[in-house]
Each structure stands twice: as C-alpha cells, then as structure tokens.
C-alpha cells in the first residue's frame, strides 16, 4: 500500500510511481493517437466530410454516451472502493480480535503463552498467503505439538490453525485448566477468526459480473475508437491529444477498480497486509511477554 501526505498536491501530481495508470497505458495511448491521427487526415483531407451534417452529429450523440458511460464507471469504481474496504475491515477486527485474544489467553493460561504467542500470529500470516494463494512457511512459527513441515499438507493452513487454536482450548477446559464459563469469554474472538476467513474469501472469490465487467470494457472500447469521427470537424488536428485525454481518464479509472477490487494482493494500492500481520505478531509476543516492549 502505498503511504502518502494528501496534502502535498504538487508532489502528487508531478511524481510518477510503478502503480501510475499512465505507465500502463502509454503504449495504448501512443496507439490511439497514431489512429486519431489517421481518422482525421482521412476525413478531412481526404474524404472532405466536413459538409456533412450527419457525420457531425456524431459529436452529440458522444456527448450523451458520455453521461452514460460516466454513470457506469461511477459505479464500478465505487463498487471496488468498497470491496476494498470491506477487507480493511476484516483485517481491523483481526487485529482487534487478536489483541483481545492474547489478553485474555494469557491471563487465563499462563502457562500456555508461548504456544499462543505463536498460534495467533500464524493465523494472520496464514490468512494472508491463503488468500494470495501462495505458501511462506518461513513466515510461521512452530509451537508445541504444532510443526510447520506438516502444514504444507493442508488446503487449508488458515482454518486448520484456527481449529488449533479452539482446540488447545478445549483440552485446557476438558483438563480443569480452564473454568466454568471461560471458554464463552473466549468464544467471541474464537468465532472472529473464522468469521474473517469467511469475509476474506468471500471478497476474494466473488468478482464483479464477467457479464458486466465485459459489457463496460466494449462500450468504453466502441466510445473511444468512435470519439475522432464526432470532434474532428469541431476539434480539427486537436482531435488528437483530447481524444488520448478522455481515453486515459477514463481506462484509468477502470485499471483501478480492477486492482482494489481484490484487495488482498501485492499491488501498489492493495492493503497492507504484510504490515498488519507483522504488527499482530509484535503485539500479541509484547501482551504474551515474549518480546521487550
């Protein structure tokens, strides 16, 4: 995730970074202007349409599609935001869940912190690369009973650690290590765990409409390569450079709701999860007693 000062106007708009939709649409930028070129050459200095009124009307019916294609991309893009929000949900209430948890865990099973000081923090970053679908056992921390080499195994690693987790619990109540009524103090962030498994996957699994999705990218496609022929008459030569504007503008704002719509990745602008699980391990070993604060 990308960390900036909203305030710093210039900075942001002069400094280019790897996530720029400009970058990436340079050489279709280059393209297009290479076939506005084209278009209007021929239809000025070739064809001579410039009589003809009903090629000039194009540019009012590009006008009205303009409104129509703003609304569609006003809502994608706000459909993303908040699939990305969503999950910087979850994760917020992971963490919260996994501070209450150590808290709570290591008040009522001292003798256990090490295992969980552990446990907890294997969660987030097993949640993580689940939902990267990769595997980092150098990431996880052995405990117990609990061995990384056999996780490898495991379609699963999030759940199966979750599962650990109630079930170090229960043997702790089934032994009388755990009184009446504690295993319901702990249920609440128990059940958290899978709860944001559930979350995680659920916005990871289910993309926006392939229908939809389709849709959006002909009508801005069939937009764009008819958007010469409507301005040249009214625009001349300087069909080209508002053409590759409005083409920018609006492949931009749909390269972006592509990349926050799955906002568990890597890119520039997916959430910081590398950073969060990192800072669930670091307090949950702080509240444990594993590490100097």
């Known amino acids: 995730m990308i960390r900036y000062n909203p305030k710093e106007w210039f900075l942001i708009i002069f400094k280019f970074h790897k996530a720029d939709t400009f970058r990436k649409l340079l050489p ?27 090629v000039k009307n194009l540019s ?112 702790a109540e089934r032994e009388s290590r755990l009184g009446n009524g504690h295993m319901l103090f702990l249920q609440s962030e128990l059940n958290n765990f899978a709860d944001c498994l559930g979350a995680c996957e659920r916005i990871r699994n289910t993309p926006i409409p392939y229908s939809y999705s389709v849709f959006l990218k002909k009508f801005m496609f069939l937009y764009i390569m008819t958007l010469p022929f409507g301005f040249v008459f009214s625009l001349g030569y300087y069909t080209i450079p508002v053409t590759a504007v409005i083409f920018y503008v609006l492949a931009s704002l749909e390269l972006i709701a592509e990349e926050i719509e799955d906002p568990f990745g890597a890119d520039a602008n997916d959430l910081p999860t590398d950073e969060i699980s990192a800072s669930i391990r670091k307090n949950v070993k702080e509240i444990m007693g594993y590490t100097k604060v």
């Open 28 to 54: 279709l930028i280059v393209a297009l202007c290479v076939y506005s070129w084209m278009v209007t050459w021929l239809e000025v200095s070739v064809w001579q349409l410039s009589a003809t009124s009903n």
């Open 60 to 171: 009012l019916i590009h006008s009205s599609l303009g409104m129509v294609i703003s609304l569609l991309l006003v809502f994608r893009t706000n459909t993303a935001y908040e699939r990305w929000w969503e999950g910087r949900k979850v994760w917020g209430g992971l963490m919260n869940s996994s501070r209450n948890l150590a808290i709570k865990l290591s008040i009522l099973l001292p003798d256990e912190r090490e295992y969980f000081s552990r446990m907890i923090p294997n969660f987030a970053f097993a949640l993580k690369n689940h939902l990267r679908k990769q595997y980092m056992p150098g990431e996880f921390e052995s405990a117990g009973d609990f061995i990384v080499e056999e996780l490898d195994e495991r379609n699963n690693v999030p759940g199966f650690i979750a599962w650990a987790i109630v079930e170090k619990c229960a043997v």
